[in-house]
C-alpha cells in the first residue's frame, strides 16, 4: 500500500515559526534523553523542501 503525501502551503514567515518550534521541541527531546530521529526526519524534510511560487486566488459562493 502507498503512503499518501500531504502538502502544505506556508510563506515565509510560517516556514520559519515551523522550523523554530521542530528545534526547540528537539532541543528539548535532547536534554530529556530520548530519541529524536523521527523528529529530525520532518526536520530536515522542511528545511530541504523545495519553494514554489503560486498565486492563491479567493472566490466567495
Excluded at 515565509?12 to 530520548?34: A, S, W
Excluded at 530519541?35 to 528545511?47: M, N, P, R, W
Aim: hydrophobic share 40%; charged share 35%.
Amino acid at each position: 500500500m502507498l503512503d499518501k503525501k500531504y502538502y502544505i502551503a506556508l510563506d515565509d514567515l510560517e516556514r520559519r515559526v515551523v522550523v523554530n518550534c521542530l528545534n526547540e521541541m528537539r532541543n528539548n527531546l535532547i536534554t530529556g534523553g530520548k530519541y529524536t530521529d523521527a523528529l529530525d526526519e520532518v526536520l530536515y524534510k522542511i528545511i530541504g523542501a523545495k519553494q514554489k511560487k503560486f498565486k492563491v486566488i479567493f472566490k466567495e459562493a
